[in-house]
């Protein structure tokens, strides 16, 4: 295959690929070397194949390898038949050459190494073909299978040490690559050297584990020794064959992903030219460059940088922290010390922000860090031997539990180092102590540091003036909603405004009304292969303070590089942007002030010329010495118009990128036209540190003046406003997992929707843009009528603000599909069943003729390619109705009248609804007596877990996984509090009145293997149902729905930008996501071209209002499609976009009883709406010529852009890429074919189901039908009302596990749920004890009546969604480590447990009983975040806790013994109370606990603390949420809602209903 | 934003009509002014509605949640503005517009709408009182001219418009006073004529020069105009009632709305004593009354004055059963447009004892 064909092809571009991986290393402490450490390596690695993946073939993985110490005695061996000559030991250097097959491809590359390699000075040794076996490998892995030699160059003269030595062997691999892009060579980009180092050797490939020593025969000889191995299995989210991409890198192995990586590789390339050093042979330095290649992973690129700063005298130890550096700001126990460390290093290189475990070797030293969040396990093992074993899991390697000296996890920011020269394990402390000692930086910082307060006043700060203040918001195009939604609420109350319903407005590039620049830009977000990130709970990890000036030297470490402001935020007030613009020359600061202004009359070239003139001002003035580039707009006027800020500051960033000396200044932006938090992101992300919105200040002081702001004065406005940006900032980096401003800033995670390519690539580039569209012209021409609307030609000037439109339909505002008549139309035609009248609706909102909408609006169908059929040829109704679905809208925030006529609609259809995210009353699980059912045919689990039982998850046909939301991607979903009245609360296991949060990420998915756990999890959970996963469109989704695809997933849900929702910040509404035209389009060309289409179905959906739209859909290749917005509509809402204050006048999306009473919605209402939809699919079909919609998926080719588009910005736009159709075989599918495989036939559940015990209770007689649709096959059974009319017989089993044993008791679990219903069985009906090393998410959803007992340790995930199961772990009985001391289960345990008991002796990694909503828990230590977002149940901690316990903890009781008295440190005070156990109550709950505890695994603790309980008592303390004192909360939520007393019932729930709950949720015992 | 609550706490409340033995001995306006509290509550019922139906139901586009919302929160002034920015002459829509904004209220699915029409009528009422309408004539002049004809509220609307941008305008009308329909349409007791001249006035002072018995293509040709202005805007009167379709409708047991309406507005300029005079045909025990409306309740008050005489009244209201008159142009140049097709009469009767309190009857 040529190179050609892996490049980027229609949406599809290789470089969103995501990877994510099983990672580790296995080290002899003493550093004896040995055959066995790389076979225990290797089988280690195979342990780990589950994080792997696999893509269309089962027998092409996505890349293993290893990285050992060079085996000299091996090399010795095997060179000599070649005849090479070795000298002694570490005297040459050797590394693994990918090359072309093609000979002579191969010989022109090796004779140019072989060339460099003299004139570097050094010899060449030779060149040893690398033995290999392709016969195990699947076909796509073998037609990229490159040819393999090991390069061998011998120490020059001139050199003495080994450093050296590898120095120049680095300089030699630099050059190599250089010299290869620029020859231009055939098959150039195949050339590749897995390391080049006389200390380490690297054997990768595209192979899965099992492949690695079948393809590498030399990893079977035993004379190939090493000290070390450190091993990666990968799984990429794409199958195309690339080998390169296989890790080990030459110095690490990587298991998460960098976020900021764009962003990086700019300042990188930026800080080139500063860079020197005298370690270094003059002149090599400039050999090395580019750093950081272009196109590579995100590894890769990490990787070039941790081995120039290694090559140039760091250790790796520093390298690592000042990539990845843990969080520090906010850290309240941490040294001043380590501190200013942390602070200089700050200074010369921006934080790698992002997920990640990463093992690192120089080969004298081998380490782990992990990232400031803690988002990847990392485990390891001390054997008494001397090994030491680190790796993603726990149990990779059998080692018996009496040679086990201790065990442990990696912390989040932690580092773990062993020194093969001292022979010892350096922990974290001691290894960061050293680096901050290593140099006087606390000194220097005290010197040298400049802070903003620090900066002289300014002669002169700029006043406001409220005679031209309306001219000048004309002239930045202020609206009065800027005013209203943006400006007000942040000013009054410090936070962003909030909407409802998501958008159906134009996209900026489609709409008649002038835009800003900033609406084009659409904010990133992170979706499966990184989480993110929780800024309000997780505060500790984020931060908005930043510098600004000139870097130094990265290679040096000199008090220089403190030339710098610090500055405590990016926003400016007009007093700071002063300060800072007249500095002028004092402490070396010089300020170059650059206007942003053009002339008016000149139009576009005049915006043009303005541009360069700019950028030539700011270069000559960098090189006269200026360090901060002040860019300005004030000074409009008549004759002078403003250029975009973001234009010219993005404009002027990278230009100086492109010229090198972008790092010598500062940027700063003072402009009237950023107001929104949007605008901040994308002026930060474009280069700016700070910013000074000078408009948005002085448009507050006017509201305050007018009395718009009641109760606060200029000054608490102007400062909320600006706590209001910190925190919107801070949210939307999260969204894409980024905690820094200094990762953020120049990080550009945007992508743009109608911008040409001219346009991108001089002001923005590498920022995707994929339909073209307008450029300077049309910039210049909405700027210019914002303009003139303040300087008009006629003397009539406008007295007040246009209104704007965006947020609510105004007749002169922005276009919207629904507005008075799209909805009156709908309603009545829904209403009165009148097809006529639909049709006048749809053609309403398909007719884009005059006010363009949505990219669809523009497509137009090729009629002429097929013959028409008739209308009665094509498939029925009926049929074309079950590809439908509901969106997923919760029970919560819509009411039990909407959401029950939704799904009653969807069982008469045969379609789908969907739960949402609040769980579902068990109540509609029966059918009502007519024989409709409201039971939702979609379960959706997210983040929150709300409700998620077993018996909520076996009650299900699809479990829907979702990651994201089109309204508010990378965001948790919050019910506010008054919202949450009683039968809410029950059906979410939480407390009414109290606010509901749901996480920003699954905290079990922070990258694409977890969620290939999660999918086997469900599976487990429920067999029968489909998986579906939904992502929300954005640039690279489509590589992202591939690696859902290949996490074994049935369904993968694309969502449009632009859905409804209850409740969303209207920064995420408006500027985050994309149409799903494009997302589906990327999806499906991604899918087909991997060869995956097969596999999975692919729905969408995202303002879908028409049988038009449908066929869209269908013919860019979805096979389902989803509604939520217009069912709503028929169902009577008016789209008054106020869900989220529970007023919604229609009964619609409100829990108010009163205003429930006003719903009008009927299920016929829904069922025509969606009969009328597939009249209308059928009735194109017929025209298109399709008898079945499986013919049209896919068919893109019948798409066309509509032509004689008249529209001035329209016209741009180019469609081909949305068209196009990837051909990669002649056998690939279009659409789903054939099932998932879901490995479910090698689970340990398998044969505990065959089980003699086991089937004795399976085949007794049933419970009650619980939910009939689910139970069918069992009605000829005997079912019984009551389970105590029937004796259950006791089963007790014993059986090993290792850690591939994954999901177990899952299965079981599910059979008992859906034999017994949900109550389950009688507690410890199943007793099962296993010894060995978990797989993760063991006893995952179990329910009542099971028990699982575990002597050894586990993985993560541990009792996720525990239903009322007991599960009981400790370390094995022979192993002499004191328990409480030693890690024995994973991360995130328990996690949404709803019910049960688990009793764990030894500590608990992160997140322990994170969303906990009703289970007890007992623990010997836990991580950080303990109890986050916990609504329920009891956790008792004997012993020390992680930083953040209980942040978010809004019910439920934890109880810590806190013996060194230190707790409250650690604890986030936010939401709880820490307070003395003293109520008697609480001894009887711990005691019992205690007991227990014991009883269950001979805790030494529990036996302490059971001995001297009165001493006990002193040390533990009892943390409550605030607003969970029981009487206070009654009394309040009476007062607040008095209708909650007498209303509960009236509500619809009914006592049975409420028991069930009970019995499903609340422990027994 | 309104009260997010205010809909479910407040009920509708309109103004109060003064008593009827006072109102049959004068020709003035019925109902009475509104206390200012009341008034923000009722502006606090509007929910503020992501597609406020009332803004698509008013025939001018009026912003109505923007100035219910500065009503609620006592920003009068704001209000006002909010109000002149879609609608030159709120005094007379806020009094004889048939407030299609009120039946569209998404307030009105569950409860009564809110008080739209009183609210208007009470900003432009309270902006007069506390002089903040003004003159605003235009910075600059351009310099250019233009003529429009009629003077009704269209051609009103139309020439403030063009002057403030700065033209020389002139309104040319064929009766003897300004006004059209304003005069010779509605009848002082839905409002009182002090409030159109009130409003002349300030055109006047703007600079718009009006001359009247000026009737285009009689004593003036057409040529002559056009050769005098640079731009001519016609807006002409129907100054005919539009043919009804209900059988029979031109004997002479019936009386159109239109003729008595004049009468009694040149009776009033005649000076004569504001004295309760019947004005249906006399000696007649019955009378029947056609009009063509959509709002009963104000007919039926209307009624009040004519039944004098009568011992009963026969009242036929014709509605255009779904089309609402639909809007050409921007404001100022507003015309109503009726879909001749979709316009069916349809002929309500209400039966009124002699002297009867309208109201309540008119209410059934």
């Given at each position: ?825 709908l309603?009545?035609a829904t209403?009165?069943?009148?097809y006529e009248v639909f049709k006048s609706y749809s053609d309403?909102v398909n007719d ?6 949505t990219?669809r609006g523009?497509m137009e169908f090729n009629f002429?390619?097929r013959?028409p059929i008739p209308v009665d040829e094509v498939e029925s109704v009926d049929s074309i109705v079950k590809r439908f679905c509901t ?18 609609a969807m069982?008469?259809l045969g379609g789908w ?163 799903w035209e494009?997302?589906l ?16 179905v692919v729905q969408t959906d995202g303002q879908l209002k028409t049988g038009r739209d449908v066929v869209v859909a269908a013919l860019l290749g979805a096979e389902e499609f989803g509604f939520?917005?217009a069912p709503?509509?028929t ?35 829904v069922v025509n709406f969606f009969r009328f939809i597939a009249q209308e699919v059928r009735e194109l079909m017929a025209q298109l010529g399709f008898r079945t919609m499986d013919a049209m998926i896919g068919r893109s080719?019948l798409l ?31 659409r ?334 | ?364």
């Open positions: 295959m040529d190179d050609s064909e892996l490049m980027k092809q229609g949406l599809y571009d290789p470089r969103y690929e995501h990877d994510s991986c099983g990672v580790g290393f296995l080290v002899h402490l003493k550093g004896e070397r040995s055959h066995r450490i790389v076979r225990d390596a290797i089988t280690a690695l195979n342990n780990l194949n589950h994080r792997g993946a696999c893509g269309c073939e089962v027998n092409t993985g996505d890349g293993a390898g290893v990285l050992i110490q060079i085996p000299h005695e091996f090399f010795l061996e095997k060179c000599t038949p070649w005849g090479i000559r070795l000298p002694g030991a570490r005297e040459y250097g050797a590394g693994c050459l990918f090359m072309p097959k093609h000979p002579d491809q191969a010989i022109h590359g090796k004779r140019l190494f072989e060339e460099i390699v003299v004139e570097e000075g050094q010899r060449f040794l030779g060149w040893r073909p690398v033995p290999t076996s392709n016969h195990s490998l699947g076909a796509s892995a073998i037609t990229r299978e490159p040819a393999m030699a090991q390069a061998f160059v011998g120490c020059g003269s001139g050199i003495d040490a080994t450093d050296q030595f590898e120095r120049k062997l680095y300089v030699i691999r630099k050059r190599f690559e250089s010299a290869l892009n620029a020859s231009g060579m055939h098959g150039y980009r195949q050339f590749y050297f897995c390391s080049l180092s006389c200390h380490t050797l690297v054997y990768k490939g595209m192979l899965t584990p099992w492949q690695l020593d079948l393809y590498f025969p030399d990893l079977r000889e035993p004379s190939l020794r090493s000290s070390f191995c450190m091993f990666h299995s990968r799984f990429s989210t794409n199958t195309f064959p690339n080998w390169q991409l296989a890790h080990p890198y030459r110095m690490i192995a990587h298991n998460g992903e960098i976020n900021t990586l764009r962003g990086n590789i700019n300042w990188m390339r930026a800080r080139e030219t500063l860079m020197e050093s005298e370690l270094f042979d003059p002149g090599d330095v400039r050999k090395l460059l580019p750093i950081i290649a272009e196109g590579q992973s995100d590894t890769a690129s990490i990787d070039n940088v941790v081995e120039l700063l290694v090559k140039a005298g760091r250790s790796p130890a520093q390298a690592m922290t000042m990539l990845i550096p843990e969080a520090w700001e906010n850290h309240q126990s941490m040294s001043q010390e380590k501190k200013d460390f942390y602070d200089f290093q700050s200074r010369l290189m921006e934080p790698w922000d992002g997920p990640a475990s990463i093992v690192v070797t120089d080969g004298k030293t081998i380490g782990a860090t992990l990232d400031r969040n803690g988002l990847r396990p990392s485990r390891y093992w001390v054997s008494r031997d001397a090994l030491v074993i680190m790796a993603s899991e726990v149990g990779v390697l059998d080692i018996p539990p009496d040679q086990i000296a201790g065990k442990g996890r990696l912390e989040p920011g932690k580092m773990f180092l062993i020194d093969l020269d001292s022979q010892r394990i350096v922990d974290d402390e001691e290894l960061k102590s050293g680096l901050a000692a290593s140099r006087p930086y606390s000194t220097w910082l005290r010197e040298r540091r400049v802070t903003l307060d620090g900066l002289p006043e300014a002669p002169y700060v700029p006043q406001s003036d409220a005679e031209s203040l309306l001219r000048r918001q004309l002239t930045f195009g202020y609206t009065q909603e800027d005013l209203k939604y943006i400006l007000g609420p942040m000013a009054k109350d410090g936070l962003w405004a909030i909407g409802s319903m998501g958008t159906d407005t134009p996209l900026a590039v489609l709409s008649d009304r002038p835009q800003l620049l900033y609406n084009y830009f659409k904010q990133l977000f992170a979706q499966v292969t990184n989480p993110p990130l929780d800024p309000i709970r997780e505060e500790l990890v984020t931060t908005v303070s930043t510098s600004l000036g000139p870097e130094d030297n990265l290679l040096a470490e000199r008090v220089n590089a403190l030339q710098q402001i610090s500055l405590p935020s990016f926003v400016l007030t007009n007093r700071d942007a002063a300060r800072i613009r007249y500095l002028d020359g004092w402490r070396g600061f010089r300020t170059e002030i650059l206007p942003m202004l053009f002339r008016a009359e000149e139009g576009s070239a005049g915006m043009r010329w303005a541009l360069e003139n700019l950028f030539r001002k700011a270069k000559a003035a960098i090189e006269s010495g200026a360090s901060i580039l002040f860019l300005s707009d004030r000074g409009t006027d008549a004759e002078h118009a403003p250029i975009p800020s973001l234009l010219a500051c993005s404009g002027l960033h990278h230009f100086l990128v492109r010229e090198q000396i972008r790092t010598r200044a500062g940027l700063v932006v003072e402009s009237g036209d950023c107001r929104e938090v949007h605008h901040f992101c994308l002026l930060l992300g474009y280069g700016a540190a700070a910013i000074n919105p000078y408009l948005a200040f002085e448009s507050i002081e006017r509201m305050v003046a007018e009395g718009q702001l009641e109760g606060i004065d200029t000054g608490e406005a102007v400062e909320s406003f600006i706590k209001a940006v910190y925190k919107g900032v801070v949210k939307v980096m999260s969204k894409m997992g980024i905690s820094t401003i200094s990762g953020y800033h120049g990080a550009q995670i945007f992508e743009a929707i109608g911008l040409n390519e001219r346009f991108i690539d001089r002001y923005f580039p590498n920022t995707p843009s994929r339909i073209r569209g307008i450029g300077v012209e049309e910039i210049t021409r909405e700027t210019l009528t914002h303009h003139c609307s303040a300087f008009p030609k006629r003397p009539h000037a406008r007295k007040s603000l246009p209104c704007g439109g965006q947020y609510q339909w105004r007749r002169n505002g922005e276009h919207h599909l629904f507005n008075p008549e799209t909805v009156y139309t309603q009545r209403r009165s069943g009148n309403r884009q003729g005059k006010r363009l909408c990219l523009l002429d390619q013959r969106g997923a809208m919760s029970y919560g925030s819509i009411s039990a009248e909407a959401h029950s006529t939704l799904a009653i069982n008469r609804s969907n739960t949402g995210e609040g769980g579902e009353d068990p109540e509609r699980f029966l059918p009502l007596p007519n024989g409709d059912s409201r039971r939702s045919r979609i379960k959706q689990v997210a983040s929150g877990r709300f409700g998620v039982t077993s018996g909520y998850l076996v009650s299900a046909d699809e479990l829907q996984i979702k990651m994201a939301q089109g309204a508010k991607p990378g965001e948790g979903g919050e019910l506010p509090g008054h919202k949450v009245y009683p039968w809410i609360a029950k059906t979410r296991h939480t407390t009414p009145g109290v606010g509901l949060i749901s996480p920003p990420p699954h905290h079990d998915i922070y990258s694409i293997e977890d969620l290939a756990q999660l999918i086997f999890d469900l599976k487990n959970a429920n067999p029968r149902a489909r998986i579906s996963v939904k992502l929300v469109a954005e640039v690279g989704v489509g590589t992202v729905a591939a690696g859902v695809a290949k996490a074994h997933a049935d369904v993968v849900l694309v969502s449009g930008h632009d859905g409804g929702t209850g409740a969303s910040p209207l920064t995420s509404i408006k500027h985050a996501g994309i149409p494009l997302g389009a990327e999806t499906q060309q991604t899918l087909v071209l991997n060869n995956l289409r097969d596999r999975i939520a917005s709503l509509v169902l009577g809402c008016v789209m008054m976009r106020v869900c989220h204050q529970d007023t919604c006048p229609v009964g619609v999306a409100t829990q108010n009883p009163e205003l429930r009473k006003r719903f009008q919605g009927r299920p016929e209402h080719d066309d852009m509509r032509e004689a588009i008249d529209h001035h910005k329209a016209r741009g736009l180019d469609f081909s890429e949305i068209f196009h159709r990837p051909v990669p075989g002649q056998t690939v599918e279009y789903r074919t054939m099932p998932q495989d879901h490995g479910l036939a090698d689970a340990l559940d398998l044969q505990l189901l065959q089980h003699f015990a086991i089937r004795r209770i399976l085949d007794l007689p049933q419970r009650v039908r619980w939910c009939p649709a689910v139970q069918e096959e069992m009605a000829t059974k005997k079912v019984v009302p009551n389970l105590s009319e029937v004796e259950i017989p006791r089963a007790e089993l014993e059986l090993p596990i290792r850690n591939v044993n994954r999901t177990l008791g899952t299965l079981l679990g599910s059979e008992i749920t859906r034999r017994f219903g949900l109550e389950g069985l009688p507690d410890d009906s199943i007793r099962i004890k296993f010894g060995g090393s978990a797989g993760q998410s063991f006893g995952a959803f179990l329910p009542r009546g099971i028990t699982l007992i575990l002597e050894g340790d586990s993985n993560d995930y541990v009792g996720k969604g525990l239903s009322g199961g007991k599960i009981v772990a400790f370390p094995p009985k022979t192993s002499t480590f004191r328990a409480e001391d030693n890690v024995l289960i994973g991360n995130v345990a328990l996690y949404g447990a709803t019910g049960g008991r688990a009793f764990f002796r030894g500590r608990a990694g992160e997140r322990f009983c994170v969303r906990n909503s009703g289970a007890f828990a007992v623990a010997e230590g836990t991580g950080d975040h303990c109890c986050e977002y916990m609504t329920g149940g009891v956790v008792v901690v004997l012993g020390p806790t992680g930083r953040n316990f209980a942040a978010g903890m809004s019910g439920g009781v934890a109880f810590v013994l806190d013996e060194a008295g230190d707790f409250g440190v650690r604890c986030n005070p936010e939401m709880v109370n820490i307070e003395p156990v003293d109520d008697p109550e609480d001894h009887q709950v711990i005691l019992q606990l205690l007991r227990e505890h014991l009883e269950n695994t001979g805790s030494s603790v529990a036996l302490r603390l059971l001995g001297d309980w009165d001493d006990a008592v002193r040390k533990l303390v009892k943390v409550m949420p605030k607003e969970c004192g029981r009487d206070l909360q009654d009394e309040g939520r009476a007062r607040l809602h008095p209708e909650w007393v007498v209303n509960a019932e009236a509500a619809g729930q009914t006592e049975a209903a409420d028991r069930q709950i009970e019995a499903a949720g609340v422990p027994h015992g | 934003m309104g009260k997010v609550t205010g809909f479910l706490e407040f009920e509708r409340e309109g103004a109060a009509s003064r008593a009827v033995s006072e109102r049959i001995r004068d020709w003035k306006e019925v109902p009475l002014p509104v206390d200012g509290a009341l008034l923000r509550q009722q502006g606090a019922r509007c929910m503020d509605c992501g597609i406020p139906f009332c803004h698509q139901g008013c025939p001018l586009g009026n912003i109505i949640p923007d100035w219910n919302d500065l009503v609620y929160r006592n920003h009068w002034r704001d209000a006002i503005d909010a109000l002149h920015a879609t609608n030159n002459f709120p005094e007379f829509t806020g009094r004889l517009c048939p407030a299609p904004c009120e039946a569209s209220c998404v307030v009105a699915i569950g409860s009564e709408a809110v008080s739209i029409k009183l609210i208007e009528k009470t900003i432009i009422e309270r902006a007069w009182e506390e002089g903040w309408v003004v003159p605003e004539p235009p910075a600059s002049e351009t310099g250019r001219s233009v003529a429009v004809v009629g003077s009704g509220p269209a051609g009103l609307a139309c020439a403030q418009q063009l002057r403030r941008v700065g033209h020389r305008v002139t309104v040319l009308e064929r009766a003897d006073k300004v006004g059209g329909l304003l005069r010779y349409g509605i009848p002082e007791f839905k409002m009182e004529k002090r409030v159109l001249d009130r409003r002349l006035a300030q055109m006047e002072a703007e600079g718009i020069e009006f001359k009247t018995g000026v009737h285009v293509g009689v004593n003036l040709d057409a040529a002559t105009l056009r050769a005098k202005y640079d731009a001519l805007v016609l807006c002409g009167g129907a100054c005919q009632a539009r043919d009804l379709p209900i059988p029979g409708v031109n004997s002479r047991a019936y009386t159109l709305h239109w003729s008595t309406s004049r009468r009694q507005t040149g009776e009033l300029r005649e000076n004569r004593s504001p004295k309760p005079r019947p004005s249906a045909p006399r000696g007649r025990k019955s009378s029947s009354l056609v009009a063509e409306t959509q709002a009963p309740t104000a007919w039926a008050r209307r009624t009040v004055s004519i039944a004098r005489a009568c011992t009963s009244l026969r009242l036929s209201l014709v509605r255009p059963t779904h089309a609402r008159p639909r809007i050409r142009g921007r404001n100022g140049t507003t015309s109503f447009v009726y879909p001749a097709p979709t316009k069916r009469a349809v002929s309500v009767s209400i039966r009124l004892a002699r002297r009867s309190s309208s109201e309540t009857t008119a209410a059934g």
